[in-house]
């Protein structure tokens, strides 16, 4: 089992700049993706970003050259730099982390980022 503990969400005007983080825990060795997606009401769940554990990562189309990801592997932890904020980046953001290429998933419980105009 892995639990993941998001935190950083929160309230920011137009052009404002937030930070996500995810720290995983449980029994694990190692784990290959980490990564973070939103869902804003009505809509689908969507890739915001992803890492793997030799560092290569993938953005969604509507957050590239704003968002950053990261991770600490020493500290089982991804981070989300959020600039350049606009108000259709409001959504809840969820943690997603995979052990192995190909394996289960796991989800974060979310948090809300909300962007006012």
């Known amino acids: 089992q892995v639990q993941l503990v998001e935190s950083g969400g929160g309230l920011v005007q137009s052009g404002g700049s937030l930070r996500l983080s995810c720290a995983a825990s449980?029994?694990?060795?190692?784990?290959?993706?980490m990564g973070w997606y939103r869902q804003a009401p009505g809509k689908q769940r969507e890739l915001v970003a992803r890492?793997?554990?030799?560092?290569?990562?993938n953005y969604g189309d509507s957050v590239k050259g704003r968002f950053t990801i990261s991770r600490d592997n020493a500290k089982n932890t991804v981070y989300l730099q959020m600039n350049s904020l606009k108000p259709e980046d409001t959504a809840v953001y969820y943690c997603n982390v995979g052990l192995v290429y190909g394996g289960i998933d796991y989800w974060g419980q979310g948090t809300q980022v909300t962007v006012s105009s």
């Open positions: 890492i793997t554990s030799g560092g290569s990562t």
């Open positions: 449980g029994r694990f060795f190692s784990i290959y993706k």
